[in-house]
C-alpha cells in the first residue's frame, strides 16, 4: 500500500514571504493543524503546526511549571495576544523542517516516520520534490486497518 492512494490532495499550504499572521488566518479558516510552507516552486520548505503557533499564546512561565494540572484558567493571560510585531514576522520565524515521504512511498514507512518525529500528519512530495499531498495518523491508520478484513 503506497501513501498517495491514503493521503489528502487538496493541500493548503503558504508561501514562506508570508507572515505569522497570514499563517493564523489559514488555520482559523480551513480548520487545520499543519501547514506546509512553501516555496515559488511549490517545493515544501518546512511546516509551520498550530502547536507551534499556539506557543505564540501561552505565557512563558508555563515552560517553568511540571505540572499545570492545578491551574484551571491563567485569569487575564487568557485574554493577552501575541503583539503586532510578533505577527507581522515572518512565517520563516517559525518553520521547522519539513519530513517527508514521496508518494510511491509504503504507509508503514510514512507511519514510522511519523513516530520516530512525533508527527500527527506529514507531507508527501512528488518525485520532483513538489508538494503534492498530507497524510495523517488517521489516514494511514485506516488505511492499514482496512487491509485486515481480508485476514481469514
Same mark, same amino acid.
Given at each position: 500500500?503506497?501513501?498517495?492512494?491514503?493521503?489528502?490532495?487538496?493541500?493548503?499550504?503558504?508561501?514562506? !514571504?508570508?507572515?505569522?499572521?497570514?499563517?493564523?488566518?489559514?488555520?482559523?479558516?480551513?480548520?487545520?493543524?499543519?501547514?506546509?510552507?512553501?516555496?515559488?516552486?511549490?517545493?515544501?520548505?518546512?511546516?509551520?503546526?498550530?502547536?507551534?503557533?499556539?506557543?505564540?499564546?501561552?505565557?512563558?512561565?508555563?515552560?517553568?511549571?511540571?505540572?499545570?494540572?492545578?491551574?484551571?484558567?491563567?485569569?487575564?493571560?487568557? !485574554?493577552?495576544?501575541?503583539?503586532?510585531?510578533?505577527?507581522?514576522?515572518?512565517?520563516?520565524?517559525?518553520?521547522?523542517?519539513?519530513? !517527508?515521504?514521496?508518494?510511491?512511498?509504503?504507509?508503514?514507512?510514512?507511519?514510522?516516520?511519523?513516530?520516530?518525529?512525533?508527527?500527527?500528519?506529514?507531507?508527501?512530495?512528488?518525485?520532483?520534490?513538489?508538494?503534492?499531498?498530507?497524510?495523517?495518523?488517521?489516514?494511514?491508520?485506516?488505511?492499514?486497518?482496512?487491509?485486515?478484513?481480508?485476514?481469514?
Amino acid at each position: 500500500m503506497i501513501i498517495s492512494k491514503h493521503m489528502k490532495r487538496n493541500v493548503v499550504s503558504i508561501h514562506a !514571504t508570508a507572515s505569522v499572521r497570514e499563517a493564523a488566518a489559514i488555520f482559523v479558516k480551513k480548520h487545520i493543524g499543519l501547514l506546509p510552507v512553501v516555496d515559488d516552486d511549490d517545493k515544501p520548505i518546512g511546516i509551520v503546526s498550530l502547536k507551534d503557533l499556539l506557543s505564540l499564546e501561552l505565557p512563558d512561565f508555563v515552560s517553568f511549571i511540571a505540572d499545570v494540572d492545578f491551574v484551571h484558567d491563567f485569569g487575564a493571560v487568557e !485574554t493577552t495576544r501575541p503583539p503586532a510585531r510578533v505577527l507581522d514576522k515572518s512565517v520563516k520565524s517559525l518553520v521547522k523542517p519539513a519530513i !517527508t515521504v514521496e508518494e510511491e512511498d509504503g504507509l508503514l514507512r510514512a507511519y514510522a516516520l511519523m513516530l520516530q518525529h512525533d508527527l500527527h500528519d506529514i507531507v508527501v512530495i512528488s518525485k520532483n520534490g513538489r508538494l503534492s499531498g498530507i497524510a495523517s495518523r488517521v489516514d494511514i491508520g485506516t488505511a492499514i486497518l482496512s487491509a485486515w478484513e481480508e485476514v481469514d
